[in-house]
């Protein structure tokens, strides 16, 4: 959605390659009901009119997960991995960001520690694991943040991984965040070869954050399944207010997990419903079969967020009051258990 703002905002043509409609439903917040019993999760669900087509009806599909109190948001692990080559020296990319990073790193707390790699043509750590109360270390080595020179990034996120792992603490959300425009130049620039290297990471209990910038050359496709692969969230940023939302407003949800692989099984009545076409999640959506695969990954998700879907559906009658429509089956794993939940 930021991006398409963006875009509208420039003046410029919006090609239909950078609307995913997921993207644009779930944006905004909604008013769901919170989940009960403990559960992470809750399910809500309504059907109303098609605003596009008379005959035909909308069911909308909305999950809730449980919000976590900021004080009581567990300690943050976090390792900042920031593409710093040349295609980031536009001032709606590294700039934006030493901006939006400074602002995050004095909502840090004493028991949060923040760590710092870069990359271009190779990668180095430029701030070791560091404790949120000192504020002036961690703004100094993010105002240091300057581009220039090719983009390897599988060495950045091997590097960032790698430290992420030596300094794993299973009392904190550790978490890797990348902040790249996702044009990988140098090293693995192969889109298959670095979402094998970011599958091979997802099930060492660190999740990842991309954070996408910039205009032109700005891989947005790649970037999202980057996420994907590495159990995150994948956000654009086009401006600093875009960056307080993610990074401040909404922490919970942007770092704080409360369930994973979550999957949604939706089966319609037959005698009630002649056809129906989910809009939009083209790139993800499973096969029925994988529905009850625990091997198979699926996205996270984190305090406070929430996924909604929209079906248009053709009935074969008026539906009777309080008559259900179908059902919809909700799958997933807590953080740090392998066992599924349904």
């Known amino acids: 959605y930021a991006n398409i703002r963006r875009l509208i905002g420039d003046g410029k043509a919006v090609t239909p390659n950078a609307v995913r409609i997921e993207e644009m439903i779930n944006y905004f917040r909604y008013d769901y009901a919170q989940p009960t019993d403990g559960r992470p999760l809750a399910i809500e669900t309504n059907i109303g009119s098609c605003p596009w087509d008379e005959g035909k009806s909308l069911v909308h599909i909305g999950l809730q997960a449980r919000k976590v109190s900021t004080d009581k948001i567990p300690p943050l692990n976090l390792v900042l991995l920031v593409d710093v080559s040349g295609s980031m020296e536009s001032p709606d990319k590294i700039p934006l960001l030493r901006a939006a990073l400074r602002e995050f790193a004095g909502s840090l707390r004493k028991e949060d520690r923040l760590s710092l790699v870069t990359y271009a043509g190779s990668a180095g750590v430029v701030l070791p694991p ?9 703004e100094n080595a993010i105002m240091r943040l300057s581009a220039g020179g090719g983009t390897n990034g599988g060495r950045g996120i091997l590097t960032a991984y790698d430290l992420a792992r030596e300094n794993f603490d299973e009392a904190s959300i550790n978490r890797v965040i990348l902040a790249t425009d996702g044009d ?14 970011i599958r091979g990471q997802r099930d060492s209990g660190i999740y990842l954050t991309v954070l996408g ?25 086009d401006s600093l207010a875009e960056a307080r939302k993610v990074l401040m407003e909404q922490a919970g ?41 625990d091997r198979k990954d699926a996205g996270e998700m984190g305090a406070g967020h929430q996924v909604t879907a929209l079906y248009e559906v053709e009935l074969t009658r008026a539906l009777l009051p309080l008559e259900p429509l179908g059902e919809v089956r909700l799958r997933y794993k807590l953080p740090g258990d392998s066992n599924n939940e349904q």
Do not use: C, W
């Not at 990988?184 to 290297?197: A, I, K, M, P």
């Open 130 to 138: 560091t404790s949120g109360v000192h504020k002036i270390a961690i």
């Open 184 to 197: 990988f130049n140098v090293g693995l620039s192969n889109t298959e070869d670095l979402l094998s290297l």
């Open 213 to 237: 910038l910039g205009t032109g050359n700005i891989n947005d496709d790649l970037m999202e399944q980057l996420a994907d692969m590495g159990n995150g969230i994948y956000t654009y940023l």
């Open 253 to 293: 949800s942007s770092f704080v997990p409360v369930a994973n692989d979550v999957k949604v099984q939706v089966e319609f009545d037959p005698d009630l419903v002649k056809s129906f076409r989910q809009v939009g999640y083209e790139n993800r959506q499973l096969k029925n079969e994988d529905f009850s695969n």
